[in-house]
């Protein structure tokens, strides 16, 4: 399984980022996905998971209300929709697949992890 997360980038407080997560798996549409980031000296932290059917959806506390995961599953493809970024939202995300067909949070959850792409929010 290939992950090739993009989207990232320089942006501003306040400003909004889509977030997107190509695979190359033609199972795709079996397993949860997940969104996680990354902060240099800091854990993984998980950020929003979905379903296979994207009809169930888990947010990490730090982003929920301000973060939507969707998925396209004809196109192989998960999203993270970011809005009313901050300071504290700079980090690499990368995408995972999860080893169920549920949306799963923990990191032990998800076999699969791409190369991640860079936000940076500036204050």
């Known amino acids: 399984v290939q992950l090739q997360a993009s989207g990232g980038g320089l942006v501003q407080t306040g400003d909004s980022l889509r977030l997107s997560c190509a695979a190359s798996v033609r199972t795709f549409s079996w397993y949860g996905m997940g969104w996680f980031r990354q902060v240099p000296g800091k854990e993984r932290e998980f950020v929003a998971g979905i379903s296979r059917t994207g009809s169930s959806l888990v947010y990490g506390d730090s982003v929920k209300g301000r973060v939507t995961i969707s998925r396209d599953n004809a196109k192989n493809t998960l999203y993270l929709q970011m809005n009313s970024l901050k300071p504290e939202d700079t980090a690499v995300y990368y995408c995972?697949?999860?080893?169920?067909?549920?949306?799963?949070?923990?990191?032990?959850?998800?076999?699969?992890w791409g190369r991640g792409t860079q936000v940076t929010v500036s204050s």
């Open positions: 995972a697949v999860s080893k169920g067909r549920f949306a799963a949070t923990m990191m032990e959850d998800f076999s699969s």
